[in-house]
């Protein structure tokens, strides 16, 4: 996607309203709000760095959980300033709202090089609803736009859209990387492209599957999705995750890879228990079941078996250019995480091969295994990396400045 991006303006000196996603995972410990991972703010670090560099002055906005517009300090984005801080090594600055006299007052104040982060942008109700008022007050602090924020690009908000009519609208690095992954990669993928779908739904994944029959070479399926097209293929499930009433849809699928010639694989073998207690994380009993056989009546499956694996694996040893969006199986739980973690290792150990993780639990997945460093890329958005494998725009972009 040829849109523009930082690279392309001189910025020195010039207000930067930039929309980070520093939507990160807060502890409340005694009262005080503790970052547990601070992997999204590291994610923003070249673009922030780069701009500090040619001497912006740096208006960081965000949103964080949802507080549905009302002021909520458990939400507040004070803690992530000063954990910035710590990473930038220099002062951030925090102003309490996102827009209004006391925000403004602190933007003109900025040198070059200074950052400020402004409180969160959903303490506005006008945020979510791309409230035009508020983005143009938002767009008063500044004289450039500035998105970094991919995981938020799919919604058309004030902060990732909106401004974007009051300001020229340019991408951060974080967001050049994703859109040349997520999309330019994959117009013209090198072969063979292996594509690795898991999850729960079907549902969730059908515009996906239909939109990359036509550029993959391969599909592996795997996770709850699969049992919806055994179903379709009249196999027995058991009391496996299915929906029944996207039978149809599945065969529809079935039919589209066979006559597109694209290889369409399903489990072979499957990991099944007769109880799965999630709030202990355990199983009870579990065992394999044989290559071809059915699922009996009250077993459920609940992850790849060991020929499964093989089958998957050979795929992805061979591929050039593959993506993995969802897990194999309910990998939270240990005895359940075995055909998960291993297509996590096939895959890092193909080193000649441009591997993209497309957000999500493939990401825990990935770094659970202990291989995160060993993938081409992994995305920061799992819905907005989803609806850009679905072939949608997504209104974050779509605003930005094209080449």
Same mark, same amino acid.
């Given at each position: 996607?040829?849109?523009?991006?930082?690279?392309?303006?001189?910025?020195?000196?010039?207000?930067?309203l930039v929309r980070v996603d520093f939507n990160v995972p807060l502890d409340d410990n005694d009262g005080v709000m503790v970052?547990?991972?601070?992997t999204r703010i590291k994610e923003t670090l070249p673009t922030l760095k780069y701009l500090i560099e040619k001497g912006a002055k740096l208006i960081l906005c965000s949103h964080l959980g949802r507080p549905k517009g009302q002021r909520d300090p458990k939400q507040s984005l004070k803690p992530v300033a000063i954990k910035l801080s710590e990473i930038l090594g220099k002062s951030v600055a925090f102003a309490d709202d996102c827009v209004g006299e006391a925000a403004k007052e602190q933007a003109l104040a900025l040198g070059e090089g200074d950052v400020l982060l402004l409180e969160n942008v959903r303490f506005h109700a006008g945020e979510e609803k791309n409230d035009t008022e508020l983005a143009k007050q938002m767009a008063e602090l500044a004289e450039v736009y500035v998105n970094d924020a991919f995981g938020s690009a799919h919604r058309a908000h004030s902060s990732t859209a909106g401004v974007a009519a009051f300001?020229?609208?340019?991408?951060?690095?974080?967001?050049?990387?994703?859109?040349?992954?997520?999309?330019?990669?994959l117009e013209a993928p090198e072969r063979p492209f292996v594509v690795i779908l898991g999850g729960a739904k079907v549902s969730d994944k059908i515009k996906v599957i239909d939109r990359l029959l036509d550029k993959a070479d391969t599909i592996l399926i795997g996770g709850g999705m699969a049992y919806t097209f055994k179903l379709a293929l009249g196999e027995k499930i058991g009391k496996s995750l299915?929906?029944?009433?996207?039978?149809?849809? @599945? +065969? %529809?699928?079935?039919? &589209? @890879? +066979? %006559?597109?010639?694209? &290889?369409?694989?399903?489990?072979?073998d499957n990991f099944i228990v007769e109880e799965l207690n999630f709030k202990n994380k355990t199983v009870s009993p579990g065992k394999y079941t044989?290559?071809?056989?059915?699922?009996?009546?009250g077993w459920e499956g609940v992850d790849i078996g060991p020929e499964t694996i093989a089958l998957f694996s050979a795929e992805v040893a061979s591929a050039k250019t593959l993506v993995w969006n969802g897990p194999m199986g309910v990998f939270e739980i240990k005895d359940c995480a075995?055909?998960?973690?291993?297509?996590?290792?096939?895959i890092a150990k193909n080193q000649?091969?441009?591997s993209i993780i497309g957000g999500g639990d493939s990401v825990k997945a990935v770094k659970k295994a202990g291989v995160a460093d060993k993938v081409t890329f992994i995305s920061t958005g799992g819905g907005a990396s989803l609806e850009l494998l679905e072939g949608k725009e997504l209104?974050?972009?779509?605003?930005?400045?094209?080449?």
């Open positions: 996607m040829s849109k523009q991006t930082i690279r392309d303006l001189d910025l020195k000196g010039k207000r930067c970052i547990t991972d601070d300001l020229p609208a340019v991408s951060g690095l974080l967001m050049e990387k994703e859109l040349a992954y997520m999309h330019d990669e299915c929906e029944p009433d996207k039978v149809d849809t @599945a +065969k %529809a699928a079935l039919e &589209k @890879a +066979k %006559a597109k010639g694209v &290889k369409f694989l399903l489990p072979i044989s290559v071809g056989e059915g699922i009996p009546d075995k055909g998960t973690f291993a297509i996590a290792d096939t000649s091969c441009k209104p974050g972009v779509v605003a930005l400045l094209d080449k």
